[in-house]
């Protein structure tokens, strides 16, 4: 699916329509560790961005609305310690609503640590073991996760502007990515909170709302 426009958001601009479909809107705090150490030999080193992008959108592929389906939530959920999952909720014009569970039994920094030589996105997702749960979803309890987006998406925006002054930056966590997609709306959110199963009340309102759906999700799937 063609990438989405960007468009930078300050916290606590005032409100007003942006004349664009497809937007980005990236909420993080971003802090910068420098060190030194002596040069050592087979010291693991950090494969590229752009390779773990390719691998996470290999092993959680995602897809755009058709004529035959009215609208996608896709939440994905990348722990610092815990291998990646993904939830694609799909609403259906003939009142079908389903999820689709993935998730990895190891985690891709796991893997990466494990091959040697320059390994390709392939062989990385190969490694990690993805598993697959399709789980029907009541039509009315889908349409209330996306209805609520709009409403976590306010209250998370009010809290970051609130606590722009206090300084608190997460080193580890969990990436929590949102992606609402009904045409012609295309909205993604990007930010790190807590590890998951590891949840605090100062969490954002819109990483609450994403667990919360996780869990019952997966106690879908268990159940099924």
């Known amino acids: 699916m063609p990438a989405p426009k960007v468009v930078h958001f300050a916290i606590g601009m ?3 329509r942006i ?4 937007y980005v809107m990236y909420l993080a705090c971003v802090s910068t560790v420098t060190g030194s150490a002596f040069a050592q030999r087979n010291v693991w080193h950090e494969p590229a961005a752009s390779l773990k992008s ?7 592929p995602r897809s755009a609305p058709t004529k035959k389906v009215e609208a996608i939530l896709i939440l994905r959920f990348a722990p610092s310690f815990s291998p990646e999952l993904q939830i694609a909720i799909t609403l259906q014009p003939d ?10 039994s190891i985690s891709s920094s796991a ?10 996105a ?6 990690m073991k993805i598993q697959r749960s399709m789980i029907s979803i009541p039509r009315d309890l889908a349409t209330v ?14 809290q970051f502007s609130q606590e722009l002054l206090s ?33 605090t009340p100062q969490d954002p309102s819109l990483v609450k709302w994403m667990n919360e759906i996780r869990r019952t999700v997966r106690e879908r799937a268990v159940r099924q």
């Open 14 to 16: 005032s409100k007003r």
């Open 19 to 22: 004349p664009c479909s497809k």
């Open 54 to 60: 390719s691998v996470i959108e290999l092993a959680f």
């Open 95 to 104: 009142h079908v609503a389903t999820a689709e569970y993935r998730w990895a």
């Open 111 to 120: 893997v990466f640590r494990k091959m040697a030589g320059h390994p390709t």
């Open 122 to 127: 392939a062989s990385v997702v190969t490694g």
């Open 145 to 158: 996760w996306l209805r609520q987006f709009w409403l976590e998406l306010e209250k998370t925006s009010a």
């Open 167 to 199: 300084h608190q930056i997460t080193l580890d966590g969990t990436k929590y990515y949102c992606e609402y997609d009904e045409y012609p709306k295309h909205f993604v959110v990007e930010m790190q909170a807590s590890e998951v199963e590891y949840e």
